[in-house]
């Protein structure tokens, strides 16, 4: 499974920004997916996940309410539409998936095998 994301870059804070997670190769429509992010001086922090379906959706604690995450299937495609940013939200953020024979939606980054190459956001005061 290849994964791409893109669409991160510099913004005010209160602004918006919309990343783009496209997945390719041995790919299945109908496993879960996830956004983690990993700051200047922070560990690999967990953002959102949403389920094959996209009934399902997760978030930590740090974005609720600002970020929202969904995914086109027939696309391949997941999305993150951050609102309201804010300079902690500066960091390198990346797409993953699990394997895709995973049926359940991981919130931890252990849960995950395979992982894009990461988009820049950065958020300035």
């Known amino acids: 499974v290849q994964l791409q994301a893109f669409g991160g870059g510099l913004v005010q804070a209160g602004g918006s920004l919309r990343l783009t997670c496209i997945a390719s190769?041995?790919?299945?429509?109908?496993?879960?997916m996830g956004w983690f992010r990993q700051g200047p001086k922070t560990a690999r922090e967990f953002v959102a996940a949403?389920?094959?379906?996209?009934?399902?959706?997760y978030y930590g604690d740090s974005v609720k309410g600002r970020f929202t995450i969904s995914r086109e299937n027939d696309k391949n495609t997941m999305y993150l539409q951050m609102n309201n940013l804010k300079p902690e939200d500066t960091a390198v953020y990346y797409c993953?998936?699990?394997?895709?024979?995973?049926?359940?939606?991981?919130?931890?980054?252990?849960?995950?095998?395979?992982w894009g190459q990461g988009t820049l956001v950065t958020v300035s005061s």
């Open positions: 993953a998936a699990p394997d895709p024979l995973v049926v359940t939606t991981p919130t931890y980054e252990e849960g995950y095998d395979y």
């Open positions: 190769g041995r790919t299945n429509r109908r496993h879960p």
């Open positions: 949403i389920s094959w379906s996209g009934d399902e959706t």
